[in-house]
């Protein structure tokens, strides 16, 4: 196995082993009450680096894929999921035109460097059938100057401006970018009742006072 591969493994093991249930809990909220508007039951969907596949997991979708370079995922994706253990930014293995959806959440700052993030674009738009969306998630630095640093694996810088720019330059066309969405973090925080998510979610006033995360929806042009 790769030697950056393992060294995910154990950084994520670390990181997210121990809060893993309560995150699937709160994965469960955030798709049937927020992303599912945004997604078909009849799409086909790849979640770009699933992590422990909390989000593809949770979906409806008529056909799923993942990809990741941690090895872990492949035991916790749920069988229905066809899991791609590559790097992001060499050829995926898909035809064009065969997504309609593309989805990551706070994937994107742990690119090694923003080349890297081109050519993982380039290769998501070249997959998406058009009118096919990326969804992306990811924390907005302008709100978390030093607290984006606090993890070992953050590399690439973005705002929701930084992303969107790129998105339009790689030939997507911008439909929103929402510079609070989500608070910063599961890792080393409590456990909060779900509820309080669900009214939050209904609530964009709150996002503007707490979100840490920007949200930004990109379409492959008809």
């Known amino acids: 196995m790769p030697e950056d591969a393992l060294e995910l493994q154990r950084i994520y093991r670390q990181r997210f082993d121990r809060t893993s249930a309560y995150r699937n809990r709160v994965w469960q909220v955030l798709t049937h ?9 009849d799409a086909a969907v790849l979640d770009l680096g699933c992590g422990y596949g909390e989000f593809i997991n ?3 979708a008529r056909q799923k894929f993942a990809m990741d370079l941690n090895p872990d995922a492949a035991r916790l994706l749920a069988p229905d999921v066809q899991f791609f253990q590559q790097d992001c930014s060499v050829p995926w293995p898909l035809h064009e035109n065969t997504l309609d959806t593309v989805f990551t959440s706070n994937f994107f700052e742990h690119l ?3 080349e890297c993030l081109k050519r993982t674009l380039r290769q998501a738009i070249r997959c998406l059938k058009p009118g096919g969306r990326l969804i992306a998630m990811g924390p ?9 640093w606090d993890f070992f694996d953050h590399h690439t810088i973005l705002t ?3 992303l969107g720019e790129v998105l339009s330059l790689e030939g997507y066309r911008l439909q929103q970018a929402t510079p609070r969405f989500l608070p910063y973090t599961l890792v080393n925080v409590p456990e909060y009742p779900l509820l309080f998510l669900r009214v939050y979610l209904a609530l964009p006033a709150l996002w503007r006072m707490l979100g840490r995360q920007f949200l930004v929806i990109a379409a492959k042009p008809d």
Do not use: T
């Not at 907005?140 to 984006?148: C, D, E, F, S, T």
């Open 140 to 148: 907005n630095i302008k709100y978390l100057p030093g607290q984006y």
């Open 33 to 41: 009450s927020f992303f599912n508007r945004w997604i078909a039951p």
């Open 160 to 162: 929701e401006a930084s």
């Open 58 to 60: 949770n979906l409806a």
């Open 112 to 114: 090694p460097d923003k």
